[in-house]
């Protein structure tokens, strides 16, 4: 279903895909085991579309990606409000899982 869903098309013979659908399929079922809410799941995974971005498109350094994930978790636990950025739904134990999975 995922593969549908990230529209792969040559799965079987594209490394890129087959690399992708695992890197998508293992975050999907950690946040799984984690017990995520829908709207946690789908935060996990748009963070995780968002760092695979950074490195691809933006080509920072593991380093500048890793103080792009702190900045983007900064917040998190507060009140919901613009200081507690998207995730606001993370507690701060989910959020340190998180991190410790990236």
Same mark, same amino acid.
């Given at each position: ?17 087959? /690399? ?8 999907? &079922? &950690? ?34 990606? /890793? ?8 917040? /998190? ?21 998180? /991190?410790?999975?990236?």
């Amino acid at each position: 279903k995922l593969a549908e869903f990230l529209n792969f098309k040559q799965l079987k013979t594209s490394l890129k895909e087959a /690399i992708l659908l695992d890197y998508y399929t293992s975050g999907f &079922w &950690w946040a799984k085991e984690m017990n995520f809410s829908l709207e946690q799941l789908t935060g996990f995974m748009g963070l995780l579309n968002f760092l695979l971005e950074n490195l691809s498109d933006k080509h920072m350094t593991l380093g500048d990606n /890793i103080k792009e994930l702190g900045r983007t978790m900064a917040g /998190i636990g507060g009140a919901h409000s613009e200081e507690s950025g998207d995730l606001f739904f993370f507690s701060v134990e989910q959020a340190k899982a998180v /991190i410790d999975y990236l």
